[in-house]
């Protein structure tokens, strides 16, 4: 599967965005997918995961009440809907699958197919 992300850009704390990730190829549905950030200087770190249907996401601790994960298998597409941001969320996101093992959860590790990132800069 390729992944594009889209969506970032410039925001003022407290603001939103939201991310996209469209993916090409066949059977979208047979992949979990996740969403994962690199802010300057510093490791990529896991933000947010969905299981291949969609009944199961997980969050990061600094995301949790304020990102939401989502996904539309018909459309091929993932997104990231991103509210009340703060300057520490600036950072390139990325969007990242696997292909899944039709569990009911999802985790934050074995990502191997990855999109190019998209800048989010936030200002406060």
């Known amino acids: 599967v390729q992944l594009q992300a889209s969506g970032g850009g410039l925001a003022q704390t407290g603001g939103s965005l939201r991310l996209s990730c469209v993916a090409s190829g066949r059977s979208f549905s047979n992949y979990d997918l996740g969403w994962f950030r690199q802010a300057p200087g510093k490791e990529r770190e896991f933000v947010a995961g969905i299981n291949w249907s969609g009944s199961s996401t997980l969050y990061a601790d600094s995301v949790k009440g304020r990102f939401t994960i989502s996904r539309d298998n018909a459309k091929k597409t993932m997104y990231l809907q991103m509210n009340s941001l703060r300057t520490e969320d600036t950072a390139v996101y990325y969007c990242?699958?696997?292909?899944?093992?039709?569990?009911?959860?999802?985790?934050?590790?074995?990502?191997?197919?990855w999109g190019q990132g998209t800048q989010v800069t936030v200002s406060s």
């Open positions: 990242a699958g696997k292909f899944t093992t039709y569990s009911r959860t999802i985790d934050g590790l074995g990502f191997d197919y």
